[in-house]
T-cell receptor, first 114, second 112 residues
Framework: EADIYQTPRYLVIGTGKKITLECSQT?????MYWYQQDPGMELHLIHY???????EKGDLSSESTVSRIRTEHFPLTLESARPSHTSQYLC?????????????FGQGTRLTVV | SQQGEEDPQALSIQEGENATMNCSYK?????LQWYRQNSGRGLVHLIL?????REKHSGRLRVTLDTSKKSSSLLITASRAADTASYFC????????????FGKGTHLIIQP
């Protein structure tokens, strides 16, 4: 079982609220990722990081922001939640050992904005 | 942009039968990976095949890769009810956004 944790698992929140989705891993991985997944659909990369103080945007444009102050922690923040942000958010990490490495995923946060 | 595309989108078979899922992709890759996702949960890595490999086995899983056709297949032999899940192929190209690119997945249902 992967040592990567996301909290909360489920979040229902009103429009306009600021939210932070937490992601932590205990594997010492340098690379971390955030994916967005709608039900029954593919995952889209929205953010990734190579290590501390590194943040990059992914393929899918997102209004969310991320930070990487510590190796193990990669939180995602939405300053003002909207119903269009309703989705599942999956955090993942991988070892910085080149391309041939698997990604380890957290259990996901299912966000509903009402 | 979408890279992997799984086929079929959904598959229902009897327990004990073999399940085959296919994945096609568009650009050159460093490796292709298969993941399983149980309903509403995170993804679990199943197997990775490098671009210079043609076939790989892991337990009841067999993966093939044909880079000339830009396609891969995942075979699950002797299926079990616990294999019911969505299966995704993911490719790593090493260019652009530096992460795995996933397809839409195949939803596999194993009937007891």
């Amino acid at each position: 079982e992967a040592d990567i944790y996301q909290t909360p698992r489920y979040l229902v929140i009103g429009t306009g609220k600021k939210i932070t989705l937490e992601c932590s891993q205990t594997m010492g991985h340098d690379k971390m990722y955030w994916y967005q997944q709608d039900p029954g659909m593919e995952l889209h990369l929205i953010h990734y990081s190579y290590g501390v103080n590194s943040t990059e945007k992914g393929d899918l444009s997102s209004e969310s922001t991320v930070s990487r102050i510590r190796t193990e922690h990669f939180p995602l923040t939405l300053e003002s939640a909207r119903p269009s942000h309703t989705s599942q958010y999956l955090c993942a990490s991988s070892d910085w050992a080149g391309a041939d490495t698997e990604a380890f995923f957290g259990q996901g946060t299912r966000l509903t904005v009402v | 942009s979408q890279q992997g595309e799984e086929d079929p989108q959904a598959l229902s078979i009897q327990e004990g039968e073999n399940a085959t899922m296919n994945c096609s992709y568009k650009t050159s890759i460093n490796n292709l990976q298969w993941y399983r996702q149980n309903s509403g949960r995170g993804l679990v890595h199943l197997i990775l095949i490098r671009s210079n490999e043609r076939e790989k086995h892991s337990g009841r899983l067999r993966v093939t890769l044909d880079t000339s056709k830009k396609s891969s297949s995942l075979l699950i032999t002797a299926s079990r009810a616990a294999d019911t899940a969505s299966y995704f192929c993911a490719t790593y190209s090493g260019g652009g956004a530096d992460g795995l690119t996933f397809g839409k997945g195949t939803h596999l249902i194993i009937q007891p």
